[in-house]
T-cell receptor
Framework: NAGVTQTPKFRILKIGQSMTLQCTQD?????MYWYRQDPGMGLKLIYY???????DKGEVPNGYNVSRSTTEDFPLRLELAAPSQTSVYFC??????????FGQGTRLTVV | KNEVEQSPQNLTAQEGEFITINCSYS?????LHWLQQHPGGGIVSLFM???GKKKHGRLIATINIQEKHSSLHITASHPRDSAVYIC???????????FGAGTILRVKS
């Protein structure tokens, strides 16, 4: 059972570079989420999607973009990396209002 | 003020002790989640509850909707219980989970 799979697990970016964090789930969940986790803080919602073709901003969307062309995939794009985007990123999925399943996280450092 | 507050922030216990972690929230919710995160690891869902009490092994979660409060109890704690425990609430009329900052638990042998 794969569940929610995130890649890469670790990445170091230089300021101004761009990258895509991949997230895929095999549970046919309609809801998918991207969170960031900073030390001593709760997870903050970046973007979420309630189904293919539908995305919406969370609390901290600036500097990020997402797309949801399929039910399975929900990639997160960083266009111009900044040191403030150094964080651990988690992707999650769920059915409408049920238990959420999380990926293993991506540790991103921007230098 | 955060919508979800957890206490304590840090907790150190001796093996075998009974542990309680508290979560208070200020918004209307449809459900509350307790999650566990091991160092460097992913996040695992422990409980989702909207009323009453749930038990799974040595873990017990309770919620009081009127008081907007939930507790997570660990009986006969063990060093392998050392982790960050996170409370999250699903807003009553929304699609989002709102997270507490987490409680760092260390159980010493």
């Amino acid at each position: 059972n794969a569940g929610v799979t995130q890649t890469p697990k670790f990445r170091i970016l230089k300021i101004g570079q761009s990258m895509t964090l991949q997230c895929t789930q095999d549970m046919n969940h309609n809801y998918m989420y991207w969170y960031r986790q900073d030390p001593g803080m709760g997870l903050k919602l970046i973007y979420y999607s309630v189904g293919a073709g539908i995305t919406d901003k969370g609390e901290v969307p600036n500097g990020y973009n997402v797309s949801r062309s399929t039910t399975e995939d929900f990639p997160l794009r960083l266009e111009l990396a900044a040191p403030s985007q150094t964080s651990v990123y988690f992707c999650a999925s769920s059915y409408s209002k049920t238990e959420a399943f999380f990926g293993q996280g991506t540790r991103l450092t921007v230098v | 003020k955060n919508e979800v507050e957890q206490s304590p922030q840090n907790l150190t216990a001796q093996e075998g002790e009974f542990i309680t972690i508290n979560c208070s929230y200020s918004v209307g919710i449809s459900a509350l989640h307790w999650l566990q995160q091991h160092p460097g690891g992913g996040i695992v869902s422990l409980f989702m509850l909207s009323s009453g009490k749930k038990k799974h092994g040595r873990l017990i979660a309770t919620i009081n909707i009127q008081e907007k409060h939930s507790s997570l109890h660990i009986t006969a704690s063990h060093p392998r219980d050392s982790a960050v425990y996170i409370c999250a609430v699903r807003e009553e009329y929304g699609n989002k989970l709102v997270f507490g900052a987490g409680t760092i638990l260390r159980v010493k042998s």
